[in-house]
């Protein structure tokens, strides 16, 4: 963990007992004159011998061998960010967020089912902090009501540029293999209608399973969900360099590939639970715009990867192949940044959440059943499918 505790004023955590504290901290409240941080505690910046906790100290280095994990922990982390209260608020619980910390931030008892009697409730948690460069309103859920689009600051900033960035990811994994259509009719002598029909089923998988993702997204939170449709979209596309053999087996294979177009709504999700109404607009037209765009850059990728590879003396049939190989590990790799470096909700993850007794645990049959029956669902529904449908058109045609 590399953040920092306190900014220009220190810190005063009140705690009736230490074992409220992470017990690697709690360690160190017991004896505040120790000369080295309990173990696993590394990276935290301590006040001086005797001093409270939030009076800036010197830095505990990282050792030297996570340093690959530091690179990318000092690009998502901001660990040099100055940390302040949450607006409309002077005693939030919470968490820090980072390398090795998850749980529950900014819960107002007023509001959930904390209370003081919970754990998790101000009278027995320190106070959170977000970045100054954000504004936060307590009254909706602390969410950010203030952008900072060159911010990766967390969990707000950090979550947009996840999320748009896993949309990109999803789209251009998902339209990988359209512009290398003529190939594969060449090499595997497919028709014109069964290449057709690949198409169809690419586009149509994800019709039926975005009904199911968005009362998922409720009941689990949008991090877990699309960090795993990012995960089994390089699965079965790794399926597919394996597998695609004739017209069968591509059918099948992009209809499992299609599944991840479902990341649009876990998108759209997650800005609905990050930004305030001030800004929620612009988060989810950013985050959605940007992540479009994956499916025109797999238009350019897809063809380049493999006149490439062609042109080192690959046959067509290996290059179209081992084109696919880059999508599968874009997948992966956001994939792993999205589950690990991202929180659900400014106020952390729906699973501790719902596990400290804070959040109420949310059936995704209900949630479903609410939504589906509200007539502007169902509006918004024609008006998405008209603009959606000429998408897919263009980004799947082979032609």
């Known amino acids: 963990e590399m953040s920092t505790f306190g900014s220009t004023d220190p810190l005063d955590l009140e705690v009736s007992q230490p074992t409220q504290l992470p017990p690697a901290l709690a360690r160190l409240w017991a004896n505040p004159h120790a000369e080295a941080p309990a173990e696993g505690t590394e990276g935290i910046e301590f006040g001086p011998p005797g001093s409270k ?5 010197p830095r505990k280095e990282l050792p030297s061998r996570v340093s690959t994990l530091e690179l990318v922990h000092k690009i998502f982390a901001n660990h040099e960010e100055t940390w302040t209260r949450p607006q409309e608020s002077t005693d939030v619980p919470g968490t820090r967020f980072g390398l090795g910390f998850a749980g529950v931030a900014g819960v107002d008892p007023g509001r959930e089912e904390g209370g003081p009697g919970n754990p998790s409730s101000p009278s027995n948690n320190p106070s959170f902090y977000y970045p100054a460069a954000l504004a936060v309103d307590s009254t909706q859920g602390f969410k950010a009501t203030r952008m900072q689009v060159l911010s990766c600051s967390a969990p707000h900033m950090r979550a947009f540029h996840l999320s748009w960035a896993a949309l990109f990811v999803a789209f251009l994994g998902w339209f990988a293999l359209a512009p290398l259509m003529p190939v594969l009719k060449a090499d595997l002598g497919l028709t014109r209608g069964q290449i057709w029909m690949g198409n169809i089923a690419s586009v149509f998988m994800t019709v039926p399973t975005r009904f199911f993702i968005g009362p998922l997204c409720d009941k689990f939170g949008p991090r877990t969900l699309q960090g795993g449709l990012l995960l089994w979209g390089g699965a079965t596309t790794a399926l597919c360099i394996l597998f695609i053999s004739d017209a069968t087996t591509l059918v099948v294979g992009r209809l499992l590939v299609g599944i991840v177009g ?9 800005g609905a ?12 037209a950013l985050a959605s715009g940007w992540g479009n765009l994956g499916g025109g850059a797999a238009q350019i990728t897809s063809p380049l990867i493999y006149q490439a590879l062609k042109s080192r003396g690959h046959p067509p049939g290996a290059a179209w192949r081992l084109a696919l190989v880059f999508p599968t590990l874009i997948f992966f790799a956001v994939g792993f940044l999205v589950t690990r470096y991202s929180e659900d909700s400014p106020r952390g993850n729906y699973r501790d959440l719902v596990s400290a007794g ?19 669902t169902w509006i918004l529904a024609l008006q998405y499918a008209a603009c959606f449908g000429v998408e897919t058109r263009h980004s799947g045609r082979f032609w």
């Open 262 to 270: 479902t990341s649009f709504v876990c998108t759209q999700y997650w």
């Open 53 to 57: 906790f939030g009076e800036r100290g």
């Open 358 to 376: 804070i959040k109420k645990e949310v059936s995704a049959r209900a949630s479903a059943r609410a939504g589906y029956s509200d007539s502007a």
């Open 273 to 284: 639970a990050m930004f305030g109404a001030e800004v929620v607009g612009q988060a989810q």
